[in-house]
C-alpha cells in the first residue's frame, strides 16, 4: 500500500465531498495536518470531514482563525485549530493540544506547517495547492501505521 494518494477537486463541492469521505473513515484518535495558502479550500475540506464524522448539517463549520480553535459534536468528536495566529508550538501546548490527541477525537491542525515539531508522528499530512480558480491539487500522505489505515480506507478516491 503506498504512503500517498494525489487527487485533483474541480470545485468546492468536490472538496467538500472529499473531506466527507476521509470523515466517513475515521473513529477518532486520529490528527490531520492540513496545510496550504490561503484560499486553497482547508476549511472546506475540514466542512467535509465535520459532515463525515456526523456533525450535523445544522452547526456552522468554519474557520477558527481568530478563536484558535473550535469543538464540533458528531460521530466523532472534532477539534478545529488555526495555527496561523499563534506565536510557535507552546502556545498549541498551552491550549491543551496533548489532551485534545490524547481524548477520541479527531485533532484538526490547519496552517500545521507553523506548530511541525508539536504534530505527532503518526498524522494524515494534507496539502492543498491551486491549480486554477476552483480546481485544487491535494495531496494526502499518510506518516505512521494509524494514518496508512485511514488512507487505505479511502481507496478509488478520485
Known sequence: MTDEHRLTTHSPADTHAVGARIGASLCGRACIALDGPLGAGKTQLTKGIAKGCGVGPDVTVNSPTFVIVNEY?????IFHIDAYRLSGCEELDAIGFDEMLESDSVVIVE?????????????????????GDTIRDIRIRATGERSRRILGALSGLS
Do not use: C, N, Y
Open 111 to 131: 496552517w500545521s506547517d507553523r506548530v511541525a515539531s508539536i504534530i505527532p508522528d503518526d498524522h494524515l499530512a494534507i496539502r492543498m495547492e491551486h491549480a
Open 73 to 77: 459534536a458528531g460521530r466523532v468528536r
